[in-house]
Nanobody
Framework: QVQLVESGGGLVQAGGSLRLSCVGSGRAFSSFAMGWFRQAPGKGRQFVAAITQSGSRTFYADSVKGRFTISRDNTKSTVYLQIDGLKPEDTAVYYC?????????????????WGQGTQVTVSS
């Protein structure tokens, strides 16, 4: 089992940047593939990015490629999401998720641990 706590959200102007962090506690963090998802008001949870247990491979949703960067530091039990060039349509609650089996997944149901989310609001 792992507990996840996100931080780093906030209100920023379009074109700005944020770095979200997600700290895990409990079971060995390095054994989990990690993902970031987001959920805008009235919409379902959307895949954003994912990273393998070692950090050697990353995957991104087409809508965020080139602007978002996922990384992890297993010595700190932390996964990051660097967000550059923020757009108003990036406004959402951002969640990190951990998957205790297999490798990267893109569907929320394939992750079995979730954080509480951090709000990102982008003003135009």
């Amino acid at each position: 089992q792992v507990q996840l706590v996100e931080s780093g959200g906030g209100l920023v102007q379009a074109g700005g940047s944020l770095r979200l962090s997600c700290v895990g506690s409990g079971r060995a963090f390095s054994s989990f593939a990690m993902g970031w998802f987001r959920q805008a008001p009235g919409k379902g949870r959307q895949f954003v990015a994912a990273i393998t247990q070692s950090g050697s491979r990353t995957f991104y949703a087409d809508s965020v490629k080139g602007r978002f960067t996922i990384s992890r530091d297993n010595t700190k039990s932390t996964v990051y999401l660097q967000i550059d060039g923020l757009k108003p349509e990036d406004t959402a609650v951002y969640y990190c998720a951990a998957r205790s089996w297999g490798t990267i997944a893109y569907v929320p149901d394939d992750y079995n641990y979730w954080g509480q989310g951090t709000q990102v609001t982008v003003s135009s």
